[in-house]
């Protein structure tokens, strides 16, 4: 199963480096003409000569031989050069990149976690007074994403200063591996952590709710029960079964977090790919729109694969599905 879905995922990355190579080529006109006619003042030859190479040898060459110009730079890294921020593609991304994939990163786990453990609880407990945290955490979710930042940076950062207003850390504090640049690191992303939690913490506890009611009444968790087995290894038996539909959701709603952890970071004006991809699209930076779509891909495919071992592990019946 693993080799199959490792087959699967390269070809979607395949795709995936086809059609950023193809659009910029495809889209009316000449990107090449259009960014030299966007400089100001008189082009040089070095300049002329990085717009070019971040085509693929510009459009003098066929299509195919640019093509391979392009996998050949990809596999050595190379992204090209950014136009606007005149740097290489692949040292601007290694500075914003990790700041997005931390912030998706932790927002998801705890997300996922949280609303994993409550939705278990509720199914559990259904009937319950812990019944009315649904109606609120279905509000929250139907709160697009940049609104609840914005409202929290609003109230509980400008008005009540609970939180720092913006960006990702203070200006007093030195950048490095050291408890109080990674503690103001953490103070400073708890409000838009916060904010994507709540926005997507219900789909996770309503799913996981449905799947717990639907387990306790199967005859495993009857016959746990009946065997006097303590209440808590009864839940997690449970659980452990309802918690699979949820692991396979996940891959799909990587991409919804990710998507509303740009929107986000605009908000907070966080240091992340969400600024730098505005600016490039605003300044028709194709070099640097690439790199970003490029690795915001790769990204998730990578998240999809980690969660369909994840559900491998769970689940021996797919293992034997997988070995038949």
């Known amino acids: ?29 000449n990107p090449v003409q259009t960014m030299i006619g966007k ?7 070095a300049e002329m000569n990085a717009i070019r190479l971040s085509f693929g040898l510009g459009f003098k060459e066929g299509l195919f031989s640019q093509y391979l110009t392009y996998l050949s730079q990809l596999f050595h890294g190379n992204f090209g ?17 990790p700041w997005t994939v931390g912030l998706i990163g932790v927002s998801t786990i705890v997300s ?19 019944d009315s945290l649904i109606p609120t955490a279905t509000f929250f979710q139907a709160i697009p994403y940049f609104f609840l930042g914005t409202v929290m940076l609003l109230v509980f950062a400008s008005n009540l200063h609970w939180f720092p207003v913006l960006g990702a850390y203070s200006q007093n504090a030195t950048p490095g591996w050291n408890w109080n640049f990674v503690g103001n690191v953490i103070r400073y992303g708890e409000l838009p952590v916060i904010s994507i939690v709540l926005s997507s913490i219900a789909g996770w506890m309503l799913g996981m709710r449905n799947m717990m009611i639907t387990m306790v009444g199967e005859d495993f968790v009857l016959m746990a029960v009946a065997k006097g087995l303590p209440r808590r290894k009864v839940i997690m038996h449970a659980a452990r079964n309802a918690i699979l539909p949820s692991i396979a959701n ?4 990587i991409g919804l977090v990710v998507s509303g952890a740009l929107l986000v970071e605009l908000v907070f004006n966080y240091p992340g790919v969400g600024d730098l991809l505005l600016q490039a699209v605003l300044n028709e930076d194709y070099p640097l729109i690439q790199g970003i779509f490029l690795v915001i ?28």
């Open 81 to 97: 050069v950014s136009i606007t921020l005149g740097a290489p593609v692949g040292a601007i991304l290694r500075e914003s990149v």
């Open 250 to 253: 996940l891959s799909l709603a």
């Open 297 to 324: 891909t790769l990204t998730v495919l990578c998240a999809n694969l980690i969660a369909d071992v994840v559900y491998l592990a769970l689940d021996p019946r797919t293992r034997t599905e997988a070995a038949v």
């Open 1 to 29: 199963m693993i080799i199959r879905r490792l087959s699967l995922y390269a070809l979607t990355a395949w795709v995936a480096i086809t059609v950023n190579f193809l659009l910029p080529r495809l889209m009316p006109g």
């Open 112 to 130: 996922f976690a949280v609303g994993t453990f409550a939705g278990a609880l509720l199914g559990w407990t259904r009937g319950s007074r812990l």
């Open 39 to 45: 400089l100001t003042g008189q082009v040089t030859a």
